[in-house]
Each structure stands twice: as structure tokens, then as C-alpha cells.
């Protein structure tokens, strides 16, 4: 016997409902958003970014900072191999401007944006979910307008469940183009780095990975290539402020794009405090003077706490070498006649004439060379090699002309013996960090 139903299957109905939100495409994409915003709220899937854009509305919703931010752009703004695709127009429209002012930290926006080859896939794959979705949510509550029976509801359940799970994975594989800005030097025109974003992170993850790999966007700075950027193009004269430096590299493609702020502190505390400041760091002065012409609170080869904010200057090591042995002859000079000054003839005795009076005494010779030597211990070298570089290397390397050579010994007594994995690390570990002279020896 055959008999047929006068009520459509629930399949049926799922397709006919996921065929009818073709016509309301703005359901569809405001569920991606939805899903995309719920994602990025977690701080642990934003990656290191310090801002995340989600879908912004305008140019004027991205906040002009020094702290690089990810912007991701709307599906309806894809990126294609077009000229100009959408995702880039928004992009450059986005790194221009801010509302209707002209953006001034242009190297602290990069962007994520959808492929329009795969969009479609999950624009279908989001349709099917909202599609079973609602007959879900038709079947359910206090007045249900679908009568299920329990076989159509675990269907419909499961279905759904596994139009999630596709949802999911299409909006990994959607949004994987990460547009970044970049210039080869402050006369070069502006060009955009494509790159994919592939993986198994959140979105932000993704990016921020890609970013860092492809060296588009920089977490560590070292202080002797902050030097190399000074030399460049960096200087204003004989120095640059601290602020402005904050301000350059936040504000020109042609330069390293940093996280944020203080990221470039610590490049130029790390700068400051090099014991070779003079050929890979450069010396940090308080303020300038201009009624003195000089440079105060000027130090070297020491630990500099830099803020955002600093008021502070970052010297030409040059410069900074020609006014500290300045101000060092100025103080002996003064020392010496202060001593002279406060001379007194001892009791009983004669002066010979003018030659008693005027007689100075012979300038004392000054040392030119240093040597010493100290046991560290083994538990805390660190800490021991720091205060040594801090208490009496950085007072060798600020004399003029100074040339300072740092050695370091080892010596190790094993009883036991060494094992092979101890021998075979040790051993690798020295040649990787260039020892002029290792080994292990029998007796």
C-alpha cells in the first residue's frame, strides 16, 4: 500500500526557506557579522593586536592611533584579483582618511577582507543554518507554528548542528586575504601587500601571525636597527625627540610597522643602554638647552625607562662623545684649581722666592689601560653580569675613543662526568654562539 503526505517533508521546507533568504541578502551577511564580532570579543582571539575594527561603517569609526589595529572589512567589501576590488577601495579609503580629515597614523591600519571566491559558499552555508534555525524555532515555544513529530525534530536538530559546524569553517576559508600597506622609501608611491592567512586560529590570530611572519608587522625591536633607521632617514640634526620618533613610525609605510608604542620604547631603551652605544645605539639627553647649547641630563650605555609620552631626546653618539668629554675636562680642569686653591704651606717651611710662589705641581699621568677580573655566580650570572655592565663597563665605554673588550670564562669541575646529551648540547649550544675556544677534556 502507498499512501502520500499532504505536508512537505522538513528538508523540503529547509530548502525552500534557505531558497527564500536569497532574497534577503542582508540577513545573511548581518549573521556573519554577528558571528565575526562574537569572535573578536574574546580577548585571546585577538592575537597581540591592541584594536580590532570589526566591520566599521565608515573611516571615520577607525580611531587614528600610534597602536597598529586590524580592520576587518564587511563581506559585502570583498577582495578579488580585480584592479580595484571593493576590499581594497575600502582599504585605501580607510588608510586616507578618518571621516573627513586626512588619517595622520597611516602605518598603524592593516586589513582583513573576505575572498570572493569563496564568499558564496558561505552565504549558502549560512542561509542553510538560518534555514533550519527557524524551523526550530517554529516548532518550539508556548504557540509553535510547525507541528514536528520527535523523528523531524532530531532531524531538523541535527541538521542544524551540522550547518553550524559549516558555518564555522566557511568563514575561516572566507576570511584569510590580509591587506597590508607598504613602501620601499619615502619617495616610493604606496603599494599593498597581499598575503593569506591560512590555519586553524581565530581570524585576528591568523592575521597576526601572517603579518609577523612575512615581517609586515613587528612585535620586537632591537634599538641597533632603530640606529639604522635613525642614519636613514630619522635624524632632525643632531637629535630627534622621543615623541616624534613615536609619531614617525606610526606615521610612515617606508618604516617597520610596530605593534605599538612600546614597542619602540624598548627599542630605544635597549639602544640607550648598549655597551657598544657609539656604533649600534645613540645616548639620551633630558632636554636641549638653547641659551647653554647643550644637551642636559646627558647619559650613556645605561638603563633609560622611555614612556610613550616621554619628554626626552635621543642623541647623535658623535655629538653626545664631544659634549661628555667637554663637560669631563671642565670638571677636572676645576678640580685641579680648587685643589690649588686649597693649598696651605705646612708649618716651618721656606719658599724659595717666586720659585716657591708660582712652582704648580706636574700633572698627575693618567692610567690608559684596565683590566680585572671576577667569579660569578653560576646560579646567577645574569643578574651579576648586569650589574657589572651597569657599575663599571658603561663608565669604560663613555671615555673618548675607548675600546673595551669583554671576556667571559667558563670552568666547570665534573667530578661524575659529563654525560653525552650534556656534552653533545653544551658543545652544540658554544658553536652556535661562536665561543672562539671550547671543549670537554678526560683528566
Known amino acids: 500500500r502507498y499512501w502520500y503526505a499532504t505536508q512537505p517533508t522538513v528538508a523540503k521546507l529547509a530548502a525552500d526557506r534557505a531558497e527564500e533568504l536569497k532574497r534577503h541578502r542582508d540577513k545573511v551577511l548581518d549573521e556573519i557579522r554577528d558571528r565575526i564580532r562574537d569572535e573578536i570579543r574574546d580577548s585571546r582571539k585577538r592575537g597581540e593586536f591592541v584594536r580590532v575594527h570589526a566591520f566599521p561603517g565608515s573611516s571615520a569609526e577607525v580611531s587614528d592611533e600610534r597602536s597598529t589595529a586590524l580592520v576587518i572589512l564587511g563581506p559585502e567589501t570583498e577582495w578579488s584579483k580585480e584592479a580595484i576590488s571593493p576590499a581594497l577601495a575600502a582599504a585605501k579609503n580607510i588608510f586616507d582618511m578618518r571621516g573627513t580629515t586626512p588619517r595622520i597614523y597611516k602605518n598603524a591600519v592593516v586589513f582583513l577582507a573576505a575572498d570572493r571566491v569563496r564568499l558564496e559558499e558561505l552565504e549558502q552555508a549560512v542561509r542553510n543554518f538560518l534555514a533550519w534555525k527557524s524551523i526550530l524555532d517554529d516548532a518550539e515555544g508556548d504557540r509553535p507554528s510547525l507541528n514536528l513529530d520527535n523523528f523531524q525534530r532530531t532531524q531538523a536538530s541535527a541538521q542544524r548542528k551540522t550547518a553550524e559546524q559549516t558555518v564555522h569553517s566557511r568563514i575561516a576559508e572566507t576570511y584569510q586575504t590580509v591587506l597590508a600597506p607598504s613602501q620601499d622609501d619615502p619617495q616610493a608611491q604606496i603599494s599593498w601587500k597581499v598575503a593569506r592567512a591560512s590555519g586553524t586560529d581565530g581570524l585576528a590570530v591568523r592575521a597576526w601571525k601572517k603579518l609577523k611572519s612575512d615581517g609586515a608587522l613587528v612585535a620586537d625591536f632591537a634599538g641597533s636597527i632603530l640606529r639604522l633607521d635613525l642614519d636613514r632617514v630619522l635624524w632632525r640634526g643632531d637629535s630627534v625627540t622621543v615623541r616624534q620618533l613615536m609619531d614617525d613610525y606610526a606615521s610612515y609605510p617606508y618604516l617597520q610597522r610596530l605593534r605599538d608604542p612600546s614597542t619602540l620604547a624598548g627599542a630605544i631603551a635597549d639602544g640607550i643602554a648598549s655597551m657598544t652605544w657609539v656604533q649600534d645605539g645613540f645616548a639620551y639627553a633630558d632636554a636641549w638647552d638653547e641659551s647653554a647649547q647643550r644637551h642636559r641630563g646627558l647619559r650613556s650605555a645605561q638603563n ?6 616621554d619628554n626626552g ?13 667637554a663637560e669631563r675636562v671642565a670638571t677636572a680642569g676645576e678640580s685641579g684649581v680648587s685643589a690649588a686653591t686649597d693649598r696651605r704651606p705646612e708649618e716651618g717651611a721656606t719658599k724659595s722666592g717666586a720659585e716657591g710662589a ?10 690608559k689601560r684596565f683590566h680585572a677580573t671576577v667569579s660569578l655566580n653560576p646560579e646567577r650570572v645574569g643578574r651579576d653580569a648586569s650589574q657589572i655592565a651597569d657599575e663599571v663597563i658603561s663608565h669604560l665605554t663613555s671615555a673618548l675613543g675607548a675600546d673595551v673588550t669583554v671576556t667571559l670564562e667558563i670552568e666547570a669541575q665534573l667530578p661524575g662526568g659529563a654525560s653525552e646529551q650534556v656534552v653533545r648540547t653544551v658543545t652544540e649550544n658554544c658553536k652556535s654562539l661562536k665561543f672562539d675556544q671550547h671543549g670537554f677534556e678526560s683528566e
Not at 304 to 309: A, C, F, G, L, M
Not at 313 to 325: D, I
Not at 358 to 367: G, M, N, T, V, W
Open 304 to 309: 633609560v625607562t622611555i614612556r610613550e609620552d
Open 313 to 325: 631626546v635621543l642623541v647623535r653618539p658623535e655629538v653626545a662623545l664631544k659634549q661628555l668629554e
Open 358 to 367: 708660582d712652582a704648580a705641581p706636574a700633572e698627575a699621568k693618567r692610567p
